[in-house]
């Protein structure tokens, strides 16, 4: 809806729309797949959420996207305490 009062994660227009057309916004605009954010790269984020359907290294509103990479559908290993 490209209102900046809001980030990508609580916009209800994104939300609705068919998560193949989600990840295909994300990805043309560089958007980090975790936080759904540009400037970085998921790597890079520390945003510390995970997808509440899978426990993946991707952001909820993404899962199930064909395109996602496998290493982000993986479940993410929970922080070691030291």
């Given at each position: 809806c490209d209102n900046e009062k809001h980030p990508l994660h609580a916009c209800k227009k994104f939300a609705e729309l068919e998560?193949?057309?989600?990840w295909e916004y994300?990805?043309?605009r560089?958007?980090?797949l975790k936080c759904l954010r540009g400037g970085h790269k998921v790597e890079?984020?520390?945003f510390v959420a995970?997808?509440?359907?899978c426990s993946g290294g991707h952001n909820t509103l993404l899962h199930g996207?064909?395109?996602m990479p496998e290493d982000l559908k993986q479940p993410v290993e929970a922080e070691r305490q030291a």
């Open positions: 998560i193949e057309d989600r994300c990805f043309e560089g958007l980090c890079d984020c520390t995970r997808c509440r359907s996207a064909k395109n």
